[in-house]
Nanobody, 113 residues
């Protein structure tokens, strides 16, 4: 059983919107932080957005003001607006429970120009 399951990726035109969803297993009962990362071909994985257990959010510079992270219990969302071709990447859900890090399988987002 996978601990994290992502959905919501797809193909969208520049300027469009997508919402990614990540559902964490019920075996994860608490977390230090939940977040979204992305990795484009030939590039390092980078933080997109994160939210702490207290609700504090943090955004990557390139997405601030366009993306919104939110969560409810074990579900995490990433609302992505004003998408750009450079947002094209595989997006991964991440949950940190102290020193243990869980990763989803990734969902592809492709933004056409």
């Amino acid at each position: 059983q996978e601990e994290l399951v992502e959905s919501g990726g797809g193909l969208v035109q520049a300027g469009g919107s997508l919402t990614l969803t990540c559902v964490a297993s019920s075996r994860i009962t608490w977390f230090t932080a939940m977040g979204w990362y992305r990795q484009a071909p030939g590039k390092q994985r980078e933080l997109v957005a994160s939210i702490s257990s207290s609700g504090r959010t943090n955004y990557g510079v390139s997405v601030a003001g366009r993306f919104t992270i939110s969560r409810d219990k074990n579900t995490l969302w990433l609302q992505m607006n004003s998408l750009k071709p450079e947002d094209t990447a595989n997006y991964y859900c991440n949950v940190d429970v102290w020193s243990t890090s869980y990763w989803g399988q990734g969902t592809q987002v492709t933004v056409s120009s």
